[in-house]
């Protein structure tokens, strides 16, 4: 059983050398300013989920629903 699991870690490794290998596009001032962007806006909306969640009083619920569609909408734009 053990066997299995130590392939499979090697498929991994091997994969992961190959993606970490593979040439990159530079991309530009403006490419990397949306990329981070985006990944703020993505990381702020998983917060926000995580304390819906989480959330017990209904005007916080409220609240953390309609950032959640804003933070939606502006990802749909970007």
Do not use: W, Y
Request: charged content about 35%; proline content about 1%; aromatic content about 2%.
């Amino acid at each position: 059983m053990a066997r299995g699991f130590e392939s499979k870690d090697v498929e991994f490794q091997q994969a992961e050398a190959e993606r970490r290998s593979a040439p990159h596009r530079v991309l530009t001032a403006e490419e990397r300013d949306a990329l981070a962007k985006r990944r703020t806006i993505e990381l702020a909306l998983a917060r926000a989920k995580a304390d819906l969640a989480a959330a017990r009083n209904d005007a916080h619920r409220q609240m953390l629903t309609e950032a959640i569609a804003a933070l939606q909408k502006q990802l749909d734009g970007a």
